[in-house]
């Protein structure tokens, strides 16, 4: 217990016989506690002092007719507080409408989204993956393999484009791919995948 | 004329339809009521509008009093939480105009108290309380000027009796190292 807490408990009658006993003995020894004691105790003093102030008996007996001329008036409509709630209310509406809207749209799209792969069967479903991986996939790993000779002569088989042709005309291999139907593309692809040419490549 | 004054005779003589009896048990609160809120809120105008509150909702809801505790404790009651309300109240007004948080003196209403003596003191004191945070305020006013227990207290706010100590502890420090300071 510090000197603070056993002071106040001391003034306001919360220890022990033995431990007051105990306080007073420490009390009379120190000189310094007994100084703190005083100054806790002015204050629990100044406080009962000022425990029975009296009000102005003037100011007493007016409190009770104004509360009476108050319960004579009716009631009345403050324009400033009911703009207030007014405002506070349709705040409220604003951010409810703006809130609910987000929470229900958002629902609505993942809803769609479960409701349609759902609907899709596994054809369907690979298709749609191929499509959203989109051609650009398969391009890139044409082109990525462009350099090698035996994708050229490939391609040269396939395209049934000459190769020296293609530089003379200054036409790119991604150009001519790029030109290509989808079916087209699908089957040079294909051919590069069931052949060994891309075994060392990064597919 | 025999005149009531027993708080339960009142309140039926009251909810029976007689005003009078009204009167007198606000007479008989109102300046217990006003101490309470100005001890809490240091400042006269807003002890005055509590005070008024006060009557109003024991107008308007002394039908729902049972009579579990005495009068007084329910008044008590009403009047702490309408003083702590306000309290918030004006620490919102105060933080949403960015005023500072600064007591504005007490000016006009000095002669509530006559003796000139006493109300110097107790605008000392009252200083001093304002200084208190208001949890500690409140145990501080409830025990030493309103004269209640740990325990009716507790009943009252609904903390632990460990918790109004504490802050009952705290609170006495801070006053005393106050008054210490402005040279009590």
Redesign the interface.
């Known amino acids: 217990m510090t000197t603070d807490v056993r002071i106040i408990k001391y003034i306001e009658n919360e220890l022990s016989p033995q431990e007051r006993n105990a306080f007073e003995v420490d009390m009379n020894n120190s000189v310094e506690l007994r100084k703190e004691f005083e100054i806790y105790l002015r204050v629990k003093k100044e406080t009962g002092n000022l425990k029975e102030l009296k009000l102005n008996p003037r100011y007493l007996d007016s409190i009770l007719p104004e509360f009476r001329n108050k319960l004579k008036l009716p009631r009345i409509f403050s324009v400033k507080r009911n703009l207030g709630y007014a405002f506070g209310a349709m705040l409220v509406f604003i951010l409810s409408i703006v809130v609910l809207k987000n929470f229900f749209n958002a629902k609505t799209e993942l809803t769609d989204l479960q409701e349609f792969t759902q609907s899709l069967n596994e054809n369907q479903r690979i298709e749609l993956l191929k499509n959203l991986n989109g051609d650009q996939g398969v391009y890139e790993i044409i082109s990525d393999s462009l350099y090698k000779p035996e994708l050229i002569s490939l391609f040269e088989t396939n395209l049934k484009v000459n190769n020296e042709v293609a530089e003379t005309y200054d036409i790119e291999y991604h150009e001519i791919i790029s030109g290509l139907s989808k079916d087209e593309v699908e089957l040079i692809y294909n051919e590069i995948l069931n052949s060994d040419l891309l075994k060392e490549d990064a597919l | 004329m025999n005149v009531k004054t027993d708080d339960y005779e009142l309140v039926r003589d009251f909810l029976s339809g007689n005003e009078q009896s009204f009167?007198i048990l606000?007479?008989k609160y109102?300046?217990r009521i006003?101490?309470h809120a100005r001890r809490m809120l240091g400042d006269h105008d807003d002890a005055?509008d509590i005070?008024?509150q006060v009557?109003?909702v024991m107008?308007n809801k002394l039908n729902t009093f049972n009579f579990s505790s005495s009068l007084y404790t329910w008044i008590y009651k009403i009047t702490a939480t309408r003083s702590l309300n306000l309290i918030k109240k004006k620490k919102l007004t105060r933080l949403f105009t960015f005023s500072s948080d600064e007591i504005v003196e007490n000016s006009g209403y000095e002669?509530?108290?006559?003796d000139i003596e006493?109300r110097e003191?107790?605008l000392k004191?009252e200083k001093h309380l304002n200084s208190l945070p208001v949890k500690q305020r409140q145990v501080f006013v409830m025990r030493?000027?309103d004269d209640f227990s740990y325990e009716e207290i507790s009943n009252m706010t609904g903390k632990s009796i460990g918790t109004l100590k504490a802050n009952?502890?705290h609170a006495?420090?801070k006053?005393?190292e106050l008054?210490?300071k402005n040279d009590?």
């Open positions: 009167n606000a007479r109102q300046e006003y101490w005055h005070v008024q009557l109003l107008h002669n509530i108290i006559d006493s003191r107790f004191m030493n000027y009952y502890f006495f420090r006053m005393k008054m210490e009590y």
